[in-house]
């Protein structure tokens, strides 16, 4: 099963970015995050959309 969300530091990992970057496209509303306890966790959906994966018709 593949998970559905990542930590920032995974999400940052995963597209070779800084964590500045990552909260900075959490603030444009680019990446969607979701609260578990005072964890914020990255949805890998959105991460594979931010890069083209979940867009319709890209190859």
């Known amino acids: 099963m593949e998970p559905i969300a990542t930590s920032i530091n995974g ?3 995963a597209l070779s970015l800084g964590r500045t970057s990552i909260y900075a496209l959490i603030k444009e509303g680019r990446l969607e995050t979701v609260k ?3 964890r914020t966790l990255v949805k890998t959906a959105s991460v594979r959309a931010l890069i083209g994966e979940g867009a319709p ?3």
């Open 57 to 59: 018709g890209a190859d």
């Open 36 to 38: 578990v306890g005072r």
């Open 11 to 13: 999400a940052a990992k």
